[in-house]
């Protein structure tokens, strides 16, 4: 089983400071985790390849609690939140999505840089979150370093997850 995930929405560019004010908001913080999910990805500056953490969803901010109206009232409360079409400032993740997303990103909610190859046109994944989840990879961007994951997710198509491909023959 597990944990009930939320996920609550806000501006572009304010999720950490929407979340450490939720944290703040929350009246039982010891039994709250408050996260943001991020990606690693590669960048080139300065003639080198550098690695970077990146919001995976921008403008979302993830809470695992065990008490959904509190939830709802901290984040009311906090002016940073925006409603859902619902109504509602925060939706509950279903089990499919919160499984996928527990599997690539772990307890850091961190998604690691995967690595691979290509031999006769298959990609197989080496090391990373990828690996074992070659059927959901939809298009691989070599240039960027990136492979768009299909996800289970409702509010994405499709997520640009870090993927280097080593060699290809």
């Given at each position: 089983m597990f944990p009930i995930w939320y996920v609550l929405r806000?501006?572009?560019?304010?999720?950490?400071?929407?979340?450490?004010?939720?944290?703040?908001?929350?009246?039982?913080?010891n039994k709250a985790e408050i996260f943001l999910i991020?990606?690693?990805?590669?960048?080139?500056?300065?003639?080198c390849w550098h690695c970077q953490d990146e919001l995976l969803f921008q403008g979302y901010v993830f809470a695992d609690v065990e008490n959904r109206a509190w939830l709802e009232k901290a984040s009311r409360d906090a002016?940073?939140?925006r409603v859902f079409g619902s109504g509602e400032y925060s939706l509950c993740l279903e089990d499919v999505e919160k499984k996928?997303?527990?599997?690539v990103s772990g307890d850091e909610h961190r998604i690691a840089m995967s690595k691979g190859y290509i031999r006769d046109g298959i990609t197989f994944v080496t090391e990373g979150p990828l690996c074992g989840k070659e059927c959901r990879i939809q298009k691989i961007d070599r240039h960027k370093r990136m492979a768009r994951v299909d996800s289970p997710l409702k509010c994405e198509q499709g997520l640009w997850m870090g993927l280097?491909?080593?060699a290809k023959n």
């Amino acid at each position: 089983m597990f944990p009930i995930w939320y996920v609550l929405r806000c501006e572009k560019g304010n999720e950490k400071r929407a979340a450490e004010t939720l944290k703040q908001q929350y009246c039982c913080p010891n039994k709250a985790e408050i996260f943001l999910i991020t990606c690693e990805k590669m960048k080139r500056y300065k003639g080198c390849w550098h690695c970077q953490d990146e919001l995976l969803f921008q403008g979302y901010v993830f809470a695992d609690v065990e008490n959904r109206a509190w939830l709802e009232k901290a984040s009311r409360d906090a002016s940073v939140f925006r409603v859902f079409g619902s109504g509602e400032y925060s939706l509950c993740l279903e089990d499919v999505e919160k499984k996928f997303l527990k599997d690539v990103s772990g307890d850091e909610h961190r998604i690691a840089m995967s690595k691979g190859y290509i031999r006769d046109g298959i990609t197989f994944v080496t090391e990373g979150p990828l690996c074992g989840k070659e059927c959901r990879i939809q298009k691989i961007d070599r240039h960027k370093r990136m492979a768009r994951v299909d996800s289970p997710l409702k509010c994405e198509q499709g997520l640009w997850m870090g993927l280097e491909i080593t060699a290809k023959n």
